[in-house]
């Protein structure tokens, strides 16, 4: 068995070619890989695709959350920490049912990079929070998503992803 490297260096005439000493110069090759901007929507600003479409209606803060009046669905963020309540509305626009869940969907950032997800008690506490299970063709929904972030923390986004859509929207 002849290995590989000899029958390279073989000619079509039978002689061996020996290597020169000439160095490659490196060729220059251009980037095919190109940057892609996100958009980055605004308070009041709709986007979507052939799906959904969806707004994020406003932001409010609150240290404690009691709108059902109820002892037991009560949320108090802890010293240092605020809740940065997101209203949103979700239309499915598409022929066929949607769902999205404020713990799967939404997450908040800040401009380090950390992730600050739903929180779940807060969510329990407030009057008109977000559900969005089973949106049908030709339906809406509107709630509110609450996140546990610092206090005063600024340049928060809130980052959505699904139904074959992402969205970056600056929470200020």
Not at 28 to 46: D, H, L, R, Y
Not at 82 to 93: A, P
Not at 94 to 101: L, P
Request: hydrophobic content about 30%; glycine content about 8%; charged content about 20%.
């Amino acid at each position: 068995m002849s290995s590989s490297t000899e029958d390279a260096d073989q000619s079509t005439s039978g002689q061996v070619e020996t290597p020169t000493t000439e160095t490659q110069q490196p060729t220059a090759v251009e980037s095919t890989s190109t940057k892609t901007k996100t958009t980055v929507f605004k308070i009041g600003e709709s986007f979507g695709n052939e799906a959904i479409l969806m707004t994020v209606n406003g932001v409010r803060t609150a240290n404690y959350i009691d709108e059902k009046n109820n002892q037991y669905e009560t949320a108090t963020a802890p010293s240092g920490e605020e809740y940065i309540i997101v209203d949103v509305t979700i239309e499915n626009i598409g022929n066929e049912m949607q769902y999205f869940a404020s713990s799967v969907n939404f997450n908040v950032y800040d401009t380090e990079g950390y992730s600050y997800p739903s929180d779940f008690i807060a969510e329990l506490a407030l009057k008109k929070s977000f559900d969005g299970s089973n949106i049908a063709p030709g339906s809406t929904r509107r709630g509110e998503i609450p996140f546990l972030v610092p206090t005063g923390k600024t340049g928060l986004q809130l980052q959505f992803t699904g139904a074959s859509q992402y969205a970056i929207i600056a929470l200020e």
